[in-house]
């Protein structure tokens, strides 16, 4: 049952138009992902849709109540941004609103609350529109997919993952009917070219072999076959001219960077931490550790919010005597401080000043961060906050340097900037070390998981995907000996019970059934 219409809704910037839909429907039970890049207007949409906002041309027709989850959230000196996201949370949930409307949710929190957020998501009785680009939170929720792309807004059926493969699709039918066109372009233009050189042999008969009344009579069967040709000639190009053209798609330009010390480092552990504790007064971070890192892996910092994943990851920047580098290493150290810039200066010349790499290699890079041809000429000046960090990642990226150290590079990027640096650094050969909360990110990019839990370091050999099946396995028998315990015990009082029942008792018999049924519903999951 649809809850909301928008018909022809159109939205303006000044001259610009932001975007327009012909119809948008929200139906009761909808769980929509709304994506598109940074400034294509999806705060706006969802503004407008949410009755929060207006626009400049197109009607919404709805009787449903609805609830806008903004995506600035205030700042409480005495909280931390998780726990005010956490406020905002609670009371968009108790507005019970026919459709929810939620930008950017996950903000500022970690993994363990993500995953809360979306199981109570999942039970919300209304219908919600989200901002996110955590995407596998997005792949968790969504049934659909609204893509704001040049000012169109594109409806796609399923989650985000489901989107990405329908995208890959039609990137392929481009590349084939692109093909198809090339192909059919050559075959008229390798026809003219033949006629062309056909027409070219077409000349006047040799006066010596003919007589003074054959020549004239030869002439115009000459002209009128010239004619005929160039007639045809004319018909090929003309035929060239109404082909339907089709633009090149876009590939990327493959990344092979010069990194130093690369060959030297090889195989060899670059990284070591022996006992390695951290505490703060009486409250300790984590108990002593001892761990490696091999040049050219790509381990991830995971833990809870507060767990010390900053403080480790500085922690073995700055080399305590617990902590040993090889003397190959070369750290180059991305947190999104944009004080490194220069804000007169353009794109490229900021990272040819520190760049490594030839300028061809450093122009590659930026292509794949989406600064083509003419954009690399822009000042920084002019530039928005996640152009910006897409600036200051490329010029620590392309630097002297072999070990890249990275504290929450996604934040404040837009899902295909996220997409693009992942592009960058599947690629990169050198070593990398960072501490991120976007699981798809970790699972797309980590070799190895260095896990921060219960005042604990653990240093885990595989990716993400692994880790976490490891860590289903270890709660399936943890749940499983401590089912146990609770149906042995369960059993203990229930003969209690049936020789001398007290309140006491029955309470216990109460609490063990809750325990069991909680142990039970962990077990199937």
Partial sequence: MTILEANYIEKYVRDRMLFKAEQLKIEESDRIGLVGKNGSGKTTLLTILSGNGEADEGTIMTHSTRYLLPQLKEAKSKKSGGEVTKE?????????????????????????????LENRLKK??????????DRYF????????????????????GNYSSYIKQKELLRKQHQEKYEAYMEKKEQLEKAIQLKERKAAK?????PKKLSTSETREAKPYFAKLQKKMHQNI???EKRVEKLDE?????????IKMDIPNQEKMKGKTILRATDLSMQFGKRILWKPASFEIKAGEKAAIIGKNGAGKTTLLKQLMHERKEVSLSPSVKLGYFSQNLDILEQEQSILENVMKSSFQEESMVRTVLARLHFLREDVFKPVRVLSGGERVKVAFAKVFL??????VMDEPTNFLDIEALEALESLLTDYEGTILFVSHDRRFIENIATRIIEISNQSITAFDGGYRDFLERNRESTRDFVKDEL?????????????????PTEELDLEFKALVAERKRLQDLKKE
């Fill in 246 to 254: 089709v633009e090149k798609p876009k590939k990327q330009t493959a």
């Fill in 399 to 404: 630097s002297d340097m072999n070990v890249l």
């Fill in 138 to 157: 997005l792949d968790q929720l969504c049934t659909k997919i609204w893509e704001i792309d040049e000012g169109s807004i594109n409806e796609y059926k």
């Fill in 234 to 236: 004319k018909a090929l």
């Fill in 484 to 500: 146990l315990q609770v149906e042995t015990k369960l059993s203990e009082v229930i003969s209690r019970l049936s020789e001398s």
């Fill in 202 to 206: 077409v000349t006047n008969p040799s």
């Fill in 88 to 116: 905002y949370i609670d009371k968009a949930l108790m507005q019970k609103a026919d459709i929810l409307f939620a930008d950017e949710p996950t903000t500022h929190l970690d993994t363990n609350w993500m995953e809360e």
């Fill in 124 to 133: 919300y009785r209304g219908a919600i529109v989200l901002v996110s680009h």
